[in-house]
């Protein structure tokens, strides 16, 4: 059967490799993870850990670093209409995630780059907390498809890549 | 206690952290994705459902966690490559060893090698990473 990729799903037509713009700020969003955040990551990766818990060496408990994860997604999402799979996962944690505390977060598409006939996009994102203190970095790799580049666009997918924006 | 301490050599294994998915650990509420439907899956060009990677990766997250303790809470950092996809039944297991030592103005920081291999024995996610560590107050 002659291998097609995805051209549109349920949230319209699906970005293409041309449309990522380098250096693009993909936005900024405020969140504030809450304590049924952190219980629902704890869920997810099966890990209680009591820090994740209870109580922490900085006090209230702190939420698993990659709770991380899903912000800087979200706000590709908002900009670019990406399923695809992702490839590559940078993160370096400064401090600890805590709960009720508002972090601002930024991203960007900083590289973009086509190997082995597939299409694949870079962005970065970096959260800071209300005094300023960076709390996190990361730096994510995401193929557009997971099939060649050089397959036909047709037919619309059952999945997309913009989610609800939750654990 | 974190099991990596400043008298840790590299060489030293990281503790083995396991699991043994299956397709409701991929679940969320009743969407339709790849990491859940057949059909979803094939569209995109994949043979059948795919595990959620950062879910995968959180096994190497724990491993890290147990080995450094603060020091990766606060301090931690990975660089990680998803090589293959995982299936949603896979068997995984995630394996370290540090491999590497070097002083900064934050301490002595520890670098690993971490990876996880599905039943078999293919790594399907691998990279480095490290974290800070403090004087022994462990076994390691």
């Not at chain 1, 969003?29 to 869920?43: A, F, G, L, S």
């Amino acid at each position: 059967m002659k291998a097609i990729r995805v051209a549109e799903d349920e949230h319209g037509r699906r970005t293409q490799y041309e449309e990522i713009e380098l250096g693009k700020v993909l936005g900024e969003m405020e969140w504030v993870v809450t304590d049924e955040m952190i219980d629902k990551q704890c869920e997810l990766d099966a890990d209680y850990h009591v820090w994740y818990r209870l109580q922490s060496p900085w006090g209230e408990r702190v939420a698993p670093p990659q709770i991380s994860y899903r912000p800087p997604r979200w706000l590709l999402s908002r900009t670019y209409n990406v399923r695809g799979l992702f490839t590559k996962w940078e993160m370096e944690n400064l401090r600890p995630i805590k709960p009720n505390v508002t972090l601002h977060i930024v991203a960007r598409i900083v590289d973009k780059y086509v190997r082995k006939e597939r299409e694949f996009i870079v962005y970065e994102a970096e959260a800071k907390d209300p005094e300023g203190n960076v709390i996190f970095r990361t730096r994510r790799t995401h193929v557009l498809d997971v099939v060649e580049r050089t397959a036909e666009r047709q037919g619309k997918g059952v999945d997309s890549g913009i989610k609800a924006e939750r654990i | 206690m974190p099991i990596l301490t400043t008298d840790s050599k590299v060489g030293h294994e990281l503790p083995q952290v396991a699991c043994q998915y299956k397709l409701e650990h991929f679940k969320r509420g009743d969407e339709t994705t790849i990491h859940t439907n057949v059909e979803a899956a094939k569209r995109e060009g994949l043979a059948a459902p795919v595990a959620t990677g950062p879910q995968v990766a959180a096994l190497i997250f724990r491993q890290l966690r147990d080995s450094f303790g603060i020091g990766w809470i606060e301090g931690g950092r990975c660089d990680l490559t998803f090589r293959r996809p995982v299936s949603v039944t896979d068997f995984c297991v995630a394996k370290g060893v540090v491999s590497g030592r070097a002083e900064s103005s934050d301490g002595i920081r520890l670098t690993c090698d971490v990876w996880i291999e599905n039943q078999a024995g293919d790594k399907v996610i691998l990279g480095t990473a490290s974290g800070l560590v403090s004087g022994a107050t462990s076994s390691g």
